[in-house]
Antibody, heavy 117, light 106 residues
Framework: EAQLVQSGAEVKKPGESLKISCTGS????????IAWVRQIPGKGLEWMGNIYPGDSDTIYSPSFQGQVTISVDRSASTAFLQWSGLKASDTAIYYC??????????WGQGTLVTVSS | EIVLTQSPGTLSLSPGERATLSCRASQTLTSAYLAWYQQKPGQAPRLLIIGASSRARGIPDRFSGGGSGTDFTLTISRLEPEDFAVYYC????????FGQGTKVEI
């Protein structure tokens, strides 16, 4: 059974950098896109972008292009989402999910990122 | 850009009742690319319905999806206590768009 496990909650200051992770197991990691989705507390879901571990092909939502970087370490079956200069508005829960065709299933448990001075 | 509008924002019902949730699109959708997710407090979303009407693996048959064109529905035939949650519709059209969610509360 496919499973995604994400790294733990983070508390950062504005301007700091951050890289969170998502490790897949129970399936062939290289063969399925990984999606990242943002959820601001109390709000809805926003697709950020996808990466294909097999060749690191990456697509970003226009809303997040240039704001974050998605990468992958195939040897560790792990995808990453990183920021080079966090803002308070980046405070949110970030989910990774395995893309299966045009749907996301399953999802990781989420990583809460808090950015506060 | 496709906009998905879900209604109502909140649905107040009792266990055993029928819930009907709406997802309306700003333009005609490809039904095959319409999905529904359930999110309980403090949990990640869970896939319920794919292709507008097919239940995902392990989803009880009290959940059903329907619709076409710009209007889609998720129906929960008889609410169980564990069904009280937020439900999102999602569509793919070269990118992924979510509706804003409908909260089903007691």
């Amino acid at each position: 059974e496919a499973q995604l496990v994400q790294s733990g909650a983070e508390v950062k200051k504005p301007g700091e950098s951050l890289k969170i992770s998502c490790t897949g197991s129970g399936y062939i990691f290289d063969n399925f896109w990984i999606a990242w989705v943002r959820q601001i507390p109390g709000k809805g879901l926003e697709w950020m972008g996808n990466i294909y571990p097999g060749d690191s092909d990456t697509i970003y939502s226009p809303s997040f292009q240039g704001q974050v970087t998605i990468s992958v370490d195939r040897s560790a079956s792990t995808a990453f989402l990183q920021w080079s200069g966090l803002k308070a508005s980046d405070t949110a829960i970030y989910y990774c999910a395995k893309r299966d065709g045009t749907v996301f299933d399953p999802w990781g448990q989420g990583t809460l990122v808090t950015v506060s001075s | 850009e496709i906009v998905l509008t879900q209604s109502p924002g909140t649905l107040s019902l009792s266990p055993g009742e029928r819930a009907t949730l709406s997802c309306r699109a700003s333009q005609t959708l490809t039904s095959a690319y319409l999905a529904w997710y359930q999110q309980k407090p403090g949990q990640a979303p869970r896939l319920l319905i794919i292709g507008a009407s097919s239940r995902a693996r392990g989803i009880p048959d009290r959940f059903s999806g329907g619709g076409s064109g710009t209007d889609f529905t998720l129906t929960i035939s008889r609410l169980e206590p564990e069904d009280f949650a937020v439900y999102y519709c999602q569509h793919y059209d070269s990118s992924w768009t979510f509706g804003q969610g409908t909260k089903v509360e007691i």
